[in-house]
T-cell receptor
Framework: KQEVTQIPAALSVPEGENLVLNCSFT??????LQWFRQDPGKGLTSLLL?????REQTSGRLNASLDKSSGRSTLYIAASQPGDSATYLC??????????FGTGTRLKVLA | KAGVTQTPRYLIKTRGQQVTLSCSPI?????VSWYQQTPGQGLQFLFE???????NKGNFPGRFSGRQFSNSRSEMNVSTLELGDSALYLC????????????FGQGTRLTVV
């Protein structure tokens, strides 16, 4: 059974810091991996999608990497801002048309 | 391009009632899946539909049901509501399901009193 763990569970940092959020999974047979952000009480916003053949993807201040052999993905946030405060989730499709989600990292960026 | 639209955004229902939630996927997307999110359980998969066919169903009681229409819009229904059904219900759409990128709606917040 696939297990997906995100570390840390919560993080509080001052504005301007560079951050690394981690996502670990036990089964390396994944098709792709998505990073989402969720604001309180809201839906999930897709941030980045990494295909299984790719090693990383970048969008603005965000960079996500994928290492299937070690069962790990990282989300790097450069120059964090208070608006980045949210819960960040990694997820990937299983072979049965459903997404498997990580446990989430709750981020707070202090002004 | 319009995103995933869920209606209504908020609902308050009484125990024992039933409720229907709606999800309109992104144009061209034929896969719609539903998730329940609660603080204690995280995101739990309910079911997935593709071209009006349910391809997978999560571990929920039969009170939870869904369907998909020919225009890919989907509804989920919960009958005989219980207090524990209070949650944020999220809908996701993708082109074909499986390994294609998923996009989520803003969710419907259901409160059962």
């Amino acid at each position: 059974k696939q297990e997906v763990t995100q570390i840390p569970a919560a993080l509080s940092v001052p504005e301007g810091e560079n951050l690394v959020l981690n996502c670990s999974f036990t089964d390396s047979a994944i098709y792709n991996l998505q990073w989402f952000r969720q604001d309180p009480g809201k839906g999930l916003t897709s941030l980045l999608l990494i295909q299984s053949s790719q090693r990383e993807q970048t969008s603005g201040r965000l960079n996500a990497s994928l290492d299937k052999s070690s069962g790990r993905s990282t989300l790097y946030i450069a120059a964090s801002q208070p608006g980045d405060s949210a819960t960040y989730l990694c997820a990937f499709p299983s072979g049965t048309y459903k997404y498997i989600f990580g446990t989430g990292t709750r981020l707070k960026v202090l002004a | 391009k319009a995103g995933v639209t869920q209606t209504p955004r908020y609902l308050i229902k009484t125990r024992g009632q039933q409720v229907t939630l709606s999800c309109s996927p992104i144009s061209g997307h034929r896969s719609v899946s539903w998730y329940q999110q609660t603080p204690g359980q995280g995101l739990q998969f309910l079911f997935e539909y593709f071209s009006e066919t349910q391809r997978n169903k999560g571990n929920f009681p039969g009170r939870f049901s869904g369907r998909q229409f020919s225009n890919s819009r989907s509804e989920m229904n919960v009958s005989t509501l219980e207090l524990g059904d209070s949650a944020l219900y999220l809908c996701a759409s993708s082109e074909t399901g499986g390994a294609t990128e998923a996009f989520f709606g803003q969710g419907t917040r259901l409160t059962v009193v």
